[in-house]
Antibody
Framework: EVQLVESGGGLVKPGGSLRLSCAAS????????MTWVRQAPGKGLEWVSS????????YYADSVKGRFTISRDNAKHSLYLRMNSLGAADTAVYYC??????????????WGQGALVTVSS | DIQMTQSPSSLSASVGDRVTITCRAS??????LNWYQQKPGKAPKLLIY???SLQSGVPSRFSGSGSGTDFTLTISSLQPDDFATYYC??????????FGQGTKVEIQ
């Protein structure tokens, strides 16, 4: 069974930092591009960042570029998101998701349960 | 960036109704369009990928169509379990991969 389990969320003050982790199991982690998607309270889904299977290709949304760093450890089947200079607009549930990429489709195949990050003084 | 616009933002319907949600892209995305269902407090779930392919395990009352800029998600006969928020998402070319703003399907 595919499982993605996020951890590391919590309350942080404006300007602070936090590191999210996502532990993967039930699939060949090293073969999948992995992604973070967030959802602010009562709002829609926002793609945040993606990292290719081997870590060569990394992409960020403009809203987090320069502040967030995505990384992965294939030996530990884990995905990470380092978040710096956090502001109120970063308050959201952060989902870890596995991306299927084929000839005719690219889609988020499976998702974790989410980790809540609250930025408040 | 490619913008995705869903309509309506919300709708009220009854069990057994046929429901249609539309999604429009700001530029052609071929068939790189996916649909997700999200229930309160839960992660999104993939329903349809590549505009019209049904994800394994998803009931056949869900269907998708379209290509280019205009897409549709149809629920042929709404069931109690289908009351949720639905999002379209484009995955054309390299990121950013954008979502529509969502359509909340409520009980009438």
């Amino acid at each position: 069974e595919v499982q993605l389990v996020e951890s590391g969320g919590g309350l942080v003050k404006p300007g602070g930092s936090l590191r999210l982790s996502c532990a993967a199991s039930g699939f060949t982690f090293s073969s999948y591009t992995m992604t973070w998607v967030r959802q602010a309270p009562g709002k829609g889904l926002e793609w945040v960042s993606s990292i290719s299977a081997g870590g060569t290709y990394i992409y960020y949304a403009d809203s987090v570029k320069g502040r967030f760093t995505i990384s992965r450890d294939n030996a530990k089947h884990s995905l990470y998101l380092r978040m710096n200079s956090l502001g109120a607009a970063d308050t959201a549930v952060y989902y870890c998701a596995g991306l299927y990429s084929g000839n005719y489709s690219v889609h988020f195949d499976f998702w974790g349960q989410g980790a809540l990050v609250t930025v408040s003084s | 960036d490619i913008q995705m616009t869903q309509s309506p933002s919300s709708l009220s319907a009854s069990v057994g109704d046929r429901v249609t949600i539309t999604c429009r892209a700001s530029q052609s995305i071929s068939t790189y369009l996916n649909w997700y269902q999200q229930k309160p407090g839960k992660a999104p779930k993939l329903l349809i990928y590549a505009a019209s392919s049904l994800q394994s395990g998803v009931p056949s009352r869900f269907s998708g169509s379209g290509s280019g800029t205009d897409f549709t998600l149809t629920i042929s006969s709404l069931q109690p379990d289908d009351f949720a928020t639905y999002y379209c998402q484009q995955s054309y070319s390299t990121p950013p991969w954008t979502f529509g703003q969502g359509t909340k399907v409520e009980i009438q």
